[in-house]
Nanobody
Framework: QVQLVESGGGLVQAGGSLRLSCANS????????MAWFRQAPGKEREFVAA????????KFGDSVKGRFTISRDYTKSSVYLQMNSLKPEDTAVYYC???????????????????WGQGTQVTVSS
């Protein structure tokens, strides 16, 4: 059983920063790729960032490249999304996602991920 719990969302002014955390209580943490997606009201859930099991490969959505970074801490079974230079259009619910055990490479599609957290709200004011 894999359980993902996000935290760190909140309200921030444009230009500010937030760091989201995702704690994975699954039986293995280091054997699968992890990702962040987001969904704004009335829009499709979109890919934000992903990291391979080794941490050696990362991918980012075009809208966040150069502003967001993703990392993982094996000792804490956690994945982080550092968001800098936030814009009002970054406002959304952010979801942590995990691939199935053993699927180590990153995926860019929602269908690549089997496990999802409950989401954390990020609101960026102008």
């Amino acid at each position: 059983q894999v359980q993902l719990v996000e935290s760190g969302g909140g309200l921030v002014q444009a230009g500010g920063s937030l760091r989201l955390s995702c704690a994975n209580s699954g039986r293995t943490f280091s054997s699968n790729a992890m990702a962040w997606f987001r969904q704004a009201p009335g829009k499709e859930r979109e890919f934000v960032a992903a990291i391979s099991w080794s941490g050696g490969s990362t991918k980012f959505g075009d809208s966040v490249k150069g502003r967001f970074t993703i990392s993982r801490d094996y000792t804490k079974s956690s994945v982080y999304l550092q968001m800098n230079s936030l814009k009002p259009e970054d406002t959304a619910v952010y979801y942590c996602a995990a691939r199935r055990y053993g699927m180590a490479v990153v995926g860019l599609s929602k269908s690549d991920y089997a496990y999802w957290g409950q989401g954390t709200q990020v609101t960026v004011s102008s």
